[in-house]
Structures are given as structure tokens and as C-alpha cells.
């Protein structure tokens, strides 16, 4: 097992420093130019750009730059925003301004896209599962078919037009739901976290929820009709047993993909739900450094991304080892 | 299922909508997330909106007066004009800020100083620009202090006097101001969640704070349009703010004004939409004769009716109806005239079909309706109008010649103090001046109007001056005025008015007028 891993994170390598090398050569072309320029305020002279492009090491070669940059991403330094600035005490007096920091801003906003995302994750596992169980033992029967259209549907119906419908129907009309915001756990406690939530969650939920649930249905009918679980049923075990004993296991390679896959379809997702429910969170970040020319944050946001996903395959890729020893090397 | 359990304990948790939790605090919905920095400290003020959430922090030394279009003291006592380049101004005795401590002539300086220099220094684009003009400040005696101008002031600064430029903080005030302001306000701070959510409590050090009815505010992040209108109608905000002051759009408002459990209001801002066109060498609008069709074949009226509702929000002039300076016979002179504008057109050389391309921002949600009114309207005069979007850090506010597209216009919004009207759009080498259009005559009228106070009996027919003038060479083309949509939830929420509200972006929002009904 520790094989397995040792060899899924020496070809994580090569997929990371290919795509740092993209994300870097990507935000050369969103213009370093026009950052310099928004840094050196409105109408800047010749020698205020100069001066900007120093600040933000602009006047460097792009190997250097690319070079320095890689160093400090390694240690989740992302540098300063060009563009989002704080007040600082200058050392002859005054005030100076500065860029935020990368590395802390992406730490406060994180948290509220990936408890979006962990609890659509959660809807998604706890509506999907059942239903594709369900669909797997009893094939053909009504409890199959309907789960089967609400998949259908569930797969068809966008996100942001469920998410509206939701906060019609559940914050508007019952009020049983804040319709827009966002509460840390610290500032209004489990459940003021949970419940706003729950709209946006149940929203981006739909669509993986239905992928689970088709999946696993097919993956489970197959199995249901193995010999082996013949001989399990032939040796009197109960309905349960069969299901999480026997034909889970070996039905579940096929959902465990495709959750991976809509983790990071999840993080898509985000981006129009938190403008939704005005969550301020890294999909809102993503839209705004991109309008706003902000190469270092949008740099740090695309890397946090693409640490998440990776990591979701490693773990996807170990789950695959546990479940299957078929995958485990030798 | 798993939807039913949650809404079960959703429902027996009491809700977003129950009053059970809420207190003496008002809840205003604001969006908190749209701006890459939000200052607390007034003098590195970035953009307009932030005056929202400063004017809860500050006091103003004036306050404006929309029924009779004056200024009264506030945090000062008297203001006096010495000559059209100094201010003297009287503070009221015994201000204190948040923490305690006393408010003097000496913080006031040092504040006014701090803003005219980040305000050259590029650094506070929020601010009024007339604030550059400041020279220095002289300390009289404790309370009391003269502003000195470089140039003739008087025109602008009452509008500085009432608005974020006069918000004091100590004069030993760090780079902390704007993380944990200390203001002469009404409130003070309790929390700030950037992006968030902005906690604030009663300052009991404020100078009216025995009339001041509310415990204290809440500013919840929440996008302005249908986002503010869930969040009123789900209870989660009792009264949105932003850049139609509610927040609200005006098809938002229209529903919210449909539902008898909020209160409404709306009435003409000093705000206005309107056709900026780059006039440079080169350009379509460079010609004189093209410029003035389209004065005439613009139907204002008939364009605020398509996007509000009201031809009472038409825009001719450069100053809406009911103000001191607003014209008649300007509305008269300058009236739809296809007809006339066809004849310009010819006379000009324009050819049938002639295309402008012009650019919208995302300023603005109404630009988009406006823009499709205009290019219908348009149409009928032979003008060929093709709307795209474009980016207003690499289209707008650069100079022309990196425009990252070409383009002929654009649809702007001036949301600035409305003594910057003239200056903001045709002083040489600002960033507003889309194509640095030099018109010798507007530049003499700007420092003309500068140098003439909103008292002086003359201001009405300079002011009229300059729109006529504007109107004869199509120099800007108003398009529309801007309603202030306000909505409230009624039930809860006592004290919205016009005057409460104030002017849109400029004025404080008199926060400390507003209480909580019980």
C-alpha cells in the first residue's frame, strides 16, 4: 500500500510543475503591464511605472521571476496583491500602502469555499448513495424508475436555477433559510455555519448526487447478479449483509470516480453560487483578480485549486488501493 | 431525505426570519465582497460606496440640506468663507473620538493634510479631488481652524465639508485606522469579517448620542439587484444599501414596492448616466456637427420612461430638475428633434449608417437597457450604435491610447459630489478625461465655478451657463438621472427618508435617525 502512494505522489511531480509552469506563463499573458499600471495610480508618469514595475519585481527577467516565484510558491508563498493594498507604517512616519498577502488573504476566504464544497459533497454522498443502492438491488421496480427520472433531472437542472428556486422557496417564502451570507463556526456557532450552508450546498449537490447515484446503481446491479453473492443469499444472509458485506465493496469503484470528479466540478461550481448568496469566497476571488489584472492572487488561487484537486486524486487513488487490491502494485 | 431533515432542524432552529435573536441592531445589506479593499480609514477612501460604512464611523463637519440646498453645521459650529481660497471653521467643543479621547483642531489639520497628500499621491481615489487643492491647514485654537486652497475652493468645498474629506481621526492615527477605526461617529466598531460581515456598536462618545435610538449595525455581505431583494424578503437584511442607495435594481424595486411588508422610496439622486465620448483627432466624435445630432436625437424623456418609469428622471442638463441650478429653457432648447439632427448630420458629413461603437462597464446595471434604447433611438437618425462590454480597468480608466478597444463612447455614471460635475470630466490629464478633450472654454468655466460659492446668488446662471454650453457642442450628452431606490423592511425599520438617506455616494447616510420598531 505505502508502495502505491510512494509511486502516486512521485507522478504528482511532473503534473504540478507542468501546471505551475502554465499558470505562470498564463498570467504573463492577462498583462503585467496594466498591474504595474494600477499600482502606480491614475495617469502615472513614465517614471512611476518604472518605479511600480521595481516594486512588483516586474523589471526582472521572466526566468528569474519564474524561478523566485516557483521558491516561494513551494512554501505556499504566493507574494503581495497588486491590486488589493493595506495601509502600513512607513519608517520615516506616514503611511505607505502595501499589497495584501496572498498567502493570508487565500487562508480567510478558503474556508467558506471549502465548507461550500464539503457539505455539497456530504448532500451529494448522502442523496446518491441510497438512491443508486436502492436502484442496484430492486432494478425495474417503481422506487428504481423514480430515482432514476430524479437523476435525469438532477443531472439536467443548473445549480444557480436551483439555488434561486430554493431561496424562493425555503428563505423567501417559509423563511425557514437565511438567503444570502456566510457565518463561521466561531461567530454563529455549528449551526449558524451549517444553515447557510444548506441552500448553496443542496444546490451544487444535485448534479454529483444523481452521478453517484446512476453509477452506483449500475455498479451494484452488476454485482447483485455475481455468483458469489448467489452463494452469500444461499447461505441465508440477511438483505444488509449482502448489500454492505458483500456487494458494496466491489460496486463502488465506478461512484468513488466519479465523486472524485465532482469534487473539483464542485469547486466550478462555487464560483456562481457564492456570487448567489454573496459568499466571499475563492470563486469570487478567482472572477475578481481576473478583472482586475491581480497576477499574484490570481496565481495563489489557481495553485490552491490545483492542490486541492490533487490531492483528491491521491486520495481517490489510495481509496482505489483499499477497495480493490487489484490496483495495489506488487 | 436529506433535504427534509435539514429543513426540520432548520425549522425548529427558528429560522433566518424569526425575531427571536434580533435586538435593538439594524441589519444592512451591503455588498461588502464587490470591492477589492474596503477602507475604514477615510483617508485612504478608494471608492464612493465605502461611504455606507464610514458614515456610521465619522461625522461630517456639515451636513447638506436637500429641501432648501444648503449646508448646516454638524461636527463644527460655524464655517466661514474668508475669501474664495479660505475656510475657517469652528468646531464644536468637547468632541470626543470612540476611544475617548478629545477631537481638536490639530486632528482636523492633520487629517485634511493626510488626504490631500494620498489624494496626489494617487492613493484615496475615493475622495473628492478637489481635496489636492489644499495647501495647508492652520491651527487657530483648539477648536477652531483655517483651510487654505491653493486655487478658488469655494465651489467644492462644501461638498468636501459634508462629505468623507471631513471625517477626523486622531492625529496620531497608524496604518491600524483602517483595520480598528477610531471615528467621531455615531457607532463604533465591534467586528469586521472582511467580505463579510461588519459589526458595530452605539458610540456613547458621539456628541448626539442620547438621540441616537439604535444598540447598533450590522453590515451583511450581500450583491446588489435580486441578491439584496431575497435578502429583505427572507428577513435576513431590514434595509439594503449600495449603489442605488437600497441596493436594489430597478426591476428589484419594482417587486419590493409590490409586497406591502416593505417600505419604499425613491427619488432623483444628483447622480446621472450619460454618453462619454472620446472627441480626439481621429474619432467619429471629433466632429462638432455630429455631436450636437445627437443632443437632438436623443429622446431623454422617452429613455428614463423606458428604463424607470418616470420621464421625470430624463437628463438634458447636467443638473436635475428641482435643483437651484437646473434650466428650463436649457430642457426646452435642447428637446428631441429628429428632424434637426438629421439636418446636423448632413451639414457634419456624417453618412446614413455612420457606426459608433460604444462600450459599457458593469458600473451601471442600467447600461444595458439604456444602451439598447439608445441604439434604437438612434436608428432613426441613421446612427449606426454597436454596443459591446468592455473592462473598466482596461478600456475606462486609461488614457486613450491604450484603450485595449478602440471605441467611440462609453456609458459612464457620475457618482461624484456634484461640484465636480464639470472638473471631474474635462480637467487636462485626469483619468475621467477618456480622451483628454482640451476645450479652452470649459477649462475657464471649471475655475469659474470652483471660485463661486453654492450661496452666491450667481451660482444658478453659471452653472446654467456651463450646461447650455455643454448642450450647444454635445461636449457630454446626459442620458438619464439615477433614482435612489431605497427598501426597507417596514415592520422593523423606522426613520427612511430623503433626508435621512441623503445624496447618493456623497452625503452621510444619517444612520443615527433610523430605529428599530418593538
Not at chain 2, 73 to 87: G, H, R, W
Request: with cysteine; glycine share 8%; aromatic share 8%.
Amino acid at each position: 500500500m505505502l508502495n502505491l502512494i510512494a509511486r502516486r505522489l512521485a507522478a504528482l511531480i511532473p503534473t504540478i510543475f507542468i501546471v505551475t509552469a502554465a499558470v505562470f506563463a498564463l498570467s504573463l499573458g492577462i498583462g503585467m503591464d496594466k498591474a504595474a499600471g494600477v499600482r502606480a495610480g491614475d495617469n502615472p508618469s513614465v517614471e512611476a511605472m518604472i518605479k511600480a514595475k521595481e516594486i512588483l519585481g516586474l523589471d526582472k527577467p521572466v526566468t528569474t521571476r519564474y524561478v523566485e516565484w516557483v521558491e516561494r510558491a513551494v512554501q505556499l508563498d504566493f507574494g503581495r496583491s497588486f491590486v488589493s493594498l493595506e495601509p502600513v507604517d512607513a519608517e520615516g512616519g506616514g503611511t505607505t500602502l502595501r499589497g495584501i498577502s496572498v498567502r493570508e488573504h487565500i487562508a480567510t476566504v478558503f474556508p467558506r469555499t471549502l465548507s461550500v464544497t464539503l457539505i455539497a459533497a456530504l448532500f451529494a454522498l448522502l442523496i446518491g448513495i441510497p438512491v443508486g443502492i436502492i436502484g442496484g438491488v430492486w432494478p425495474g421496480t417503481i422506487v428504481d424508475r423514480t430515482s432514476a427520472i430524479g437523476a435525469m433531472i438532477g443531472l439536467a437542472v443548473p445549480s444557480f436555477w436551483l439555488a434561486m428556486l430554493l431561496v424562493s422557496w425555503l428563505a423567501v417564502g417559509l423563511g425557514v433559510l437565511p438567503a444570502v451570507g456566510y457565518e463561521t463556526v466561531a461567530d454563529g456557532g455549528l449551526w449558524g455555519w451549517f444553515k447557510h450552508l444548506i441552500i448553496p450546498g443542496f444546490a451544487l449537490a444535485l448534479g454529483p448526487s444523481a452521478m453517484i447515484a446512476r453509477q452506483m446503481r449500475a455498479g451494484l446491479s452488476d454485482v447483485m447478479g455475481s455468483p458469489y453473492i448467489r452463494t452469500a443469499w444461499a447461505k441465508g444472509a440477511s438483505l444488509p449483509r449482502v448489500i454492505f458485506r458483500h456487494a458494496l465493496r466491489n460496486a463502488t469503484s465506478a461512484p468513488l470516480t466519479v465523486f472524485a470528479l465532482a469534487m473539483t466540478q464542485l469547486l466550478g461550481g462555487v464560483v456562481i453560487v457564492e456570487s448567489l448568496f454573496g459568499i466571499d469566497g475563492m470563486g469570487r476571488l478567482i472572477v475578481t483578480s481576473v478583472r482586475s489584472n491581480d497576477v499574484p492572487m490570481l496565481q495563489g488561487v489557481v495553485m490552491v485549486f490545483l492542490l486541492f484537486t490533487v490531492t483528491v486524486n491521491l486520495l481517490t487513488d489510495i481509496a482505489y488501493g483499499f477497495l480493490n487490491p487489484k490496483v495495489r502494485p506488487a | 431525505m436529506a433535504l427534509a431533515t435539514v429543513l426540520t432542524l432548520a425549522a425548529c432552529g427558528g429560522g433566518s426570519g424569526s425575531n427571536s435573536s434580533r435586538d435593538n441592531t439594524l441589519r444592512i445589506g451591503f455588498a461588502l465582497n464587490q470591492r477589492a479593499t474596503l477602507n475604514l480609514d477615510p483617508r485612504l477612501s478608494s471608492s464612493t460606496g465605502e461611504i455606507y460604512v464610514l458614515s456610521a464611523l465619522y461625522s461630517p463637519l456639515m451636513r447638506y440640506v436637500a429641501s432648501s440646498h444648503s449646508y448646516t453645521p454638524y461636527l463644527a459650529t460655524k464655517v466661514a468663507e474668508v475669501d474664495n481660497k479660505t475656510i475657517a471653521v469652528e468646531l464644536r467643543p468637547g468632541l470626543k473620538f470612540s476611544d475617548g479621547s478629545d477631537l481638536t483642531a490639530e486632528d482636523a489639520k492633520a487629517t485634511f493634510e493626510s488626504m490631500a497628500k494620498n489624494m496626489v499621491a494617487g492613493k484615496a481615489g475615493g475622495l473628492n479631488p478637489g481635496i489636492a487643492q489644499l495647501d495647508n491647514v492652520e491651527v487657530t485654537s483648539p477648536t477652531s481652524f483655517v483651510m487654505h486652497f491653493k486655487s478658488p475652493a469655494v465651489g467644492f468645498i462644501y461638498d468636501m465639508l459634508s462629505g468623507r474629506e471631513s471625517y477626523i481621526v486622531p492625529s496620531q492615527a497608524t496604518a491600524d485606522q483602517n483595520t480598528k477605526p477610531v471615528g467621531s461617529g455615531a457607532f463604533k466598531l465591534k467586528s469586521f469579517v472582511p467580505g463579510s460581515k461588519i459589526e458595530m456598536v452605539k458610540a456613547d462618545t458621539f456628541f448626539d448620542a442620547a438621540n441616537v435610538k439604535l444598540d447598533g449595525l450590522t453590515f451583511i455581505s450581500v450583491d446588489e439587484g435580486n441578491a439584496m431583494l431575497n435578502a429583505l424578503r427572507a428577513h435576513t437584511v431590514d434595509i439594503g444599501a449600495g449603489s442605488a442607495f437600497g441596493g436594489l435594481d430597478p426591476s428589484s424595486f419594482k417587486t419590493l414596492s409590490g409586497d406591502s411588508r416593505f417600505g419604499t422610496l425613491t427619488y432623483p439622486s444628483e447622480n446621472f448616466a450619460y454618453f462619454d465620448s472620446c472627441k480626439a483627432p481621429g474619432y467619429a466624435m471629433n466632429n462638432l456637427k455630429l455631436r450636437q445630432a445627437l443632443v437632438y436625437g436623443t429622446d431623454r424623456p422617452a429613455l428614463a420612461e423606458a428604463i424607470y418609469g418616470s420621464k421625470d428622471l430624463r437628463a438634458i442638463q447636467i443638473w436635475r430638475p428641482g435643483s437651484p441650478y437646473y434650466d428650463q429653457s436649457i430642457d426646452d432648447d435642447f428637446a428631441y428633434n429628429p428632424e434637426k439632427a438629421k439636418q446636423l448630420l448632413a451639414e457634419g458629413g456624417v453618412k446614413e449608417g455612420q457606426k459608433l461603437k460604444l462600450i459599457l462597464t458593469p458600473i451601471d446595471p442600467a447600461g444595458q437597457p439604456l444602451s439598447l434604447v439608445l441604439k434604437d433611438q438612434w436608428a432613426k437618425i441613421g446612427i449606426d450604435l454597436e454596443v459591446s462590454v468592455g473592462d473598466i480597468v482596461t478600456d475606462h480608466y486609461v488614457p486613450a491610447s491604450e484603450h485595449k478597444t478602440k471605441y467611440d463612447a462609453s456609458l459612464s455614471v457620475l457618482s461624484r459630489e456634484p461640484s465636480q460635475r464639470l472638473s471631474i470630466n474635462f480637467t487636462l490629464n485626469t483619468i475621467r478625461n477618456i480622451c483628454n478633450y482640451n476645450d479652452p472654454k470649459i477649462l475657464a468655466m471649471i475655475d469659474k465655478l470652483q471660485a463661486i460659492s453654492p450661496n452666491d446668488p450667481a451660482a444658478p446662471a453659471a452653472w446654467a451657463e456651463a450646461s447650455r454650453y455643454l448642450a450647444e457642442t454635445g461636449a457630454l450628452l446626459p442620458l438619464s438621472g439615477r433614482p435612489t431606490l431605497a427598501g426597507w423592511d417596514k415592520k422593523r425599520v423606522d426613520g427612511v427618508s430623503e433626508e435621512t438617506l441623503g445624496r447618493l455616494a456623497v452625503d452621510s447616510i444619517q444612520y443615527e435617525k433610523l430605529s428599530i420598531k418593538n
